[in-house]
């Protein structure tokens, strides 16, 4: 019989555990926590202390009593979850269930599921951090209180089964604003203008007006551009100046739990979600052939960028043999941590070098291939030399005109031989193009003036968020922590409360209403600043600075009175959502009024309760040019659980529906068929032809009818960057464009 029992979280690690540990240790996994607040009261003594009632949550019985038989059988028990407050609340609870069967209970925390750092666990034993287990304690209750007596203010006006959260509803409340600035939003005209040069020795290179009698060029109109053409256009130019300097490029810090998101989500396309559930996968153990299952990377709930000096020594040496001592810094390189840090972790990295991306491919999903080369490639570049870098800059002078061309070569790739951070967009967009800038001009040299181009330009509204920037945001802000953020904006979608255009995060109807009655009647509760300061409360509960009473206490005071002062204005917040049409009630003649339901906005009669008439919304939505197949009756737009459909007006009588075209035509040769818009298993749009199987054309960037200027192809792409906006770009020569205009973008190399 085993001498001791580990209990772990996760059913997946016991099987990389107890291979680490032999026949003497029984490894059992508690699968997540086991007490919770009751889902069906408040569970919170408000008048005695604010002490949580905690419960054994549904379906965890036969777990408990399983640990705890095993328990009673063993010399001594290790508890070893997570790292992080959830996992110290656990260790807690689990502590509680097993003490009157055996009391010697050990703690053991690792950062890395590897055979070295368990082992080394067991050895170096510690208690149960309680200031850990009341920091916890708080934001469960803290986050109950709010959802528990908010949420039913949202069932009262608008329906039922809404939900209200402390963290997510301030990150609803950024979504809001920047679509707010985006509504209105009014563009600006303005103009550039790119001047073609040729010099003695040159070949033809391009030069941006950046200089107007020492001033910045203001050109708001076609009229202005014109002018300023013709006056270029009689000038004589001169190179003014030639400028070189050499510039590092250093690397940025090994990940942690936010930077690993943005960067993943940026480069890989995946959620926020998405990014957690494989990492946790590459955490918690990967069956690698013989050597059996191994945890791939250190512990990835972590916002700090400290690095054992191990693994320090590791890297150092795997650089210096596999690309050379000149890509070695002398010294290792030390990032700063952020003051807001927790830095009980290390960032995240490999758990060895041994295991190279390329060795594992084979074992692993492609998912979990592109996610572990990414963390691998961002450790090893943390550690290597400086890219350097030689910017040339060339002034060219005319008249009253300045016009400068710059670009940048690679002098050494440094860390980039590794990790290039350097998008080809980016690069593009800062004049980063070296074989534009002409090497054999010399100062003083007369150029010719071969041509001029105006271009027109409109101000562009910031940007909607995306999963990456609100990770960004969030972090920037301290409103949360890292490990919450997918669980965050997961949530939000779920709730519908914003939807998913691309890759960019909207509010929806639903979403924006909601914000609306919790920034009125809350405005001290959500919000930023009150937010990032619960948090900063919260730390301080996990360093021993400030007793629990104390937080929840001064939380609570101000936090009840508006609730109490929101609850006496129900009706009248009720009222002022209901939104007044000229329609009239075919039954009774009273006006009907919208307002909001389980599935969305219906209209019905303000006779209510007297008169139940209703009327669908969407009814009134009708599609332009879209009639039904069975009855010719108009179709209208409606939105399911798989997205955007039409469905015939008809319905009941007529319950024809089919997929929601975009207005393009299938661009493949002789198809005839009409581009429509699609959701995949998980969630995420796509376009394909309405007349699949026979037709397997398919996009996952909506198509636009407008053929390439460049190359004449039929169609081209919607495109988002964060650098650029909104634009289109073709999928066959890739050259991008300004949505509504017709010229190509210029080739950015000036500055």
């Known amino acids: 019989m085993a001498k001791s029992l580990v209990i772990v979280e996760s059913v997946a690690k016991t099987k990389t555990i107890s291979k680490f540990l032999g026949k003497d240790f029984t490894v059992k996994s508690s699968v997540g926590h086991v007490k919770d607040l009751p889902k069906q009261r408040l569970g919170v003594n408000v008048d005695n202390g604010f002490e949580p009632e905690y419960i054994t949550i549904r379906g965890k019985g036969k777990v408990l009593t399983d640990i705890r038989k095993t328990a009673a059988n063993v010399d001594q028990v290790y508890i070893a979850t997570d790292p992080d407050r959830e996992g110290e609340a656990i260790a807690a609870h689990l502590a509680e269930v097993i003490g009157p069967h055996n009391d010697n209970i050990l703690r053991v925390r690792f950062n890395e599921i590897t055979e070295r750092a368990v082992k080394q666990a067991l050895e170096h034993t510690l208690p149960i951090d309680e200031n850990l287990v009341v920091a916890q304690k708080a934001r469960r209750v803290v986050d109950r209180l709010v959802g528990y007596q908010v949420s039913p203010i949202l069932w009262r006006t608008i329906y039922r089964g809404l939900s209200a959260g402390r963290v997510q509803s301030v990150a609803l409340r950024l979504i809001c604003e920047r679509e707010e600035l985006i509504d209105v939003f009014i563009p600006e005209e303005y103009w550039s203008l790119i001047a073609e040069f040729k010099g003695k020795r040159t070949d033809p290179f391009l030069s941006k007006l950046v200089k107007i009698n020492d001033g910045n060029p203001e050109i708001h109109n076609e009229a202005e551009a014109q002018a300023i053409n013709r006056e270029l256009r009689q000038q004589t130019f001169k190179v003014a100046d030639i400028k070189k300097k050499k510039v590092n490029r250093q690397p940025a810090p090994p990940f942690t739990t936010s930077t690993m998101q943005q960067e993943a989500a ?8 998405r990014i957690m559930a494989i990492a946790q996968q590459l955490y918690e153990g990967i069956e690698l052939g013989e050597e059996g299952s191994v945890g791939l990377i250190t512990y990835m709930r972590t916002d700090s960028t400290r690095v054992a000096d191990e693994a320090i020594t590791e890297v150092r040496d795997y650089i210096a043999t596999d690309y050379g001592l000149e890509y070695l810094p002398q010294t290792p390189r030390k990032y700063k941590v952020k003051s807001s840090a927790q830095d009980a972790h290390e960032a995240i990295r490999p758990t060895a070098m041994k295991r190279s991306p390329k060795h594992l491919k084979k074992y692993l999903t492609p998912e979990q291939y592109k996610l572990y080369e990414l963390i691998w490639q961002r450790f090893v570049a943390s550690q290597m030399e400086a890219a350097v870098l030689e910017q040339t ?12 061309t710059s670009g940048s070569i690679i002098v050494f790739r440094g860390f980039l031989q590794v990790y290039d951070d350097v998008k080809e967009e980016e690069a593009d967009e800062n004049g980063e193009n070296q074989s534009a800038v002409p090497q054999n001009l010399q100062i003083g040299e007369t150029v010719t003036l071969l041509d001029v181009h105006p271009k027109q330009h409109f101000t562009k509204p910031p940007a909607r968020y995306t999963e990456s920037s609100l990770v960004k945001e969030l972090d920037a802000l301290a409103i ?6 997918a669980m965050i904006i997961s949530t939000l979608l779920a709730r519908k409360y914003i939807d998913k255009q691309g890759r960019q995060l909207a509010p929806s109807d639903l979403g924006k209403t909601v914000n609306k009655i919790l920034v009125q009647n809350f405005p001290q509760i959500f919000n930023v600043k009150f937010t990032a300061f619960m948090e900063d409360e919260l730390d301080k509960l996990e360093a021993g600075d400030k007793p629990f009473l104390q937080v929840v206490k001064e939380f609570y005071e101000p936090f009840n009175q508006a609730v109490v002062a929101t609850e006496k204005k129900g009706e009248e917040i009720k009222s002022e959502l209901q939104e007044t049409t000229e329609e009239r009630c075919p039954k009774c003649g009273k006006p009907l009024v919208i307002r909001w339901g389980r599935n969305g906005k219906f209209m019905a009669c303000s006779g209510y309760p007297e008169c139940k008439h209703t009327k669908p919304l969407e009814a009134l939505e009708k599609v332009e040019g879209e009639v039904c197949d069975k009855c010719g009756k108009d179709m209208v737009l409606k939105v399911g659980r798989y997205g955007r459909f039409l469905a ?19 661009p493949l040769p002789n198809c005839g068929g009409k581009i429509i818009e699609r959701r995949s298993k998980r969630g995420r749009t796509f376009y394909g032809c309405s007349n699949y199987p026979a037709c397997n054309f398919v996009n996952w960037n909506k198509p636009v009818a407008k053929s390439c200027p460049s190359c004449g192809n039929n169609y081209m792409e919607e495109r988002y960057t964060q650098a650029e906006g909104a634009h289109w770009r073709c999928p066959k020569c890739k050259e991008k464009f300004e949505q509504g205009a017709d010229a190509l973008y210029e080739p950015a190399v000036a500055e």
Not at 268 to 273: D, E, F, H, V
Not at 393 to 404: D, N, P, Q, T, Y
């Open 266 to 273: 940026n480069r890989l396309g995946y959620t926020a979600k």
């Open 480 to 485: 949360g922590r890292p490990s919450t953020y």
């Open 648 to 666: 015939c007006s008809g319905y009941p009588d007529c319950s024809s529906a089919r997929p929601y075209p975009i207005g393009v035509a299938c």
């Open 393 to 404: 800059s060339i002034e060219i002078a005319g008249g009253r005109f300045l016009l400068r």
